[in-house]
Structure formats: C-alpha cells, structure tokens
C-alpha cells in the first residue's frame, strides 16, 4: 500500500497551519481528525473525514504534482555562504507562515558564479502569499545585497509530472 501524507497548508485554514502527516492511509486519517479536532476545533464527523479522505495525497506525488507552482530563480554569486545565510533568516523569521514546501539551489557547472534556486508551493496563490509577506520582501532586498545583478524569476505551474 502507498503511503499517504495530508498537508495543512493545503487546506483551508485560518491559523497557517503547516503540519503535514504522512503514513499509511488509515493512520494518516486518524492522525489528521485528532489534529483537526485539537488544533482547529473542528468535530470528528463524516463530513469532516470525508474532506481530509479527499485531501490525502500519494506521499511521493508531494515533491510535485499538477497544479502546484514553482518558482525558478537564477542568480550570480560570489558569496553563496552570504545567499545560505540569508535563506535561514528567512526561514526563522517566516516560521509558521512559510507556504514553501521545498527548495533546491544548485550551481550551474558551465557559468561560475550562477546559480539557479527551484522553490516549490502547493499552488500560485500560495506562492503570492509567500512572495507578499513583508519577510520576504526584506528577503529580496538582503538578496540584492549578496548577489550579482538582477536575479531573474521564472513563474511555472506544474501541469505534469513523470516519473522516472
């Protein structure tokens, strides 16, 4: 049996909730009713197993799936430590209201200096949440500090995922 796994941040809510379960089918909903009933005041009742059932998604299908969002970011760097430093702070200061799932940052071997920076959301809107906090927008100021010239910024919509 494939493992599940039920993100908050994917559901509606009012607290930026971002606990995510992951298990076997089952187990994730139990987990994710006592969840919903503690932490959001929610009752256990059909209605409500029936929506996270709904909500539940494959586990590896978390990395990427069709309608979540990307965002490709190339830079130049002299300093990656700078940029490294810059991302934690974000991250610590973001805390709970982060809608990022995941972030990769990888140099390119041909042009020295550049990098290329993929993050992922679970969708556009969550991404235009991230991107208009006033964290980042002190992130991308601190970014200009570390970098060189204008990072420029790819806005991608996952519309199919391969499995390789």
């Known amino acids: 049996m494939a493992r599940k796994s039920l993100d908050c941040r994917t559901m509606p809510s009012e607290r930026n909730c971002t606990v ?9 909903l139990e987990l994710a009713v006592a969840h919903a009933v503690a932490a959001h005041g929610h009752t256990d009742s059909r209605e409500l197993r029936e929506g996270l059932r709904a909500g539940l998604r494959d586990e590896e299908g978390l990395l990427a799936e069709p309608g979540s969002f990307l965002q490709l970011i190339e830079f130049h760097a002299r300093d990656l430590d700078g940029f490294g430093r810059i991302v934690e702070d974000w991250r610590e200061r973001m805390g709970r209201e982060a809608t990022a799932r995941w972030g990769v940052v990888a140099a390119d071997r041909d042009r020295s200096g550049t990098y290329v920076e ?3 959301f679970p969708d556009h809107d969550s991404a235009m949440r991230n991107s208009d906090h006033p964290v980042t927008t002190d992130f991308a100021k601190q970014m200009q500090e570390v970098t060189e010239g204008e990072a420029s910024f790819r806005n991608l919509d996952v519309v199919r995922v391969l499995r390789m």
Do not use: P
Request: glycine content about 8%; overall charge negative.
């Open 20 to 28: 995510q379960i992951a298990g076997e089918e089952d187990e994730v």
């Open 118 to 120: 993929i993050v992922a």
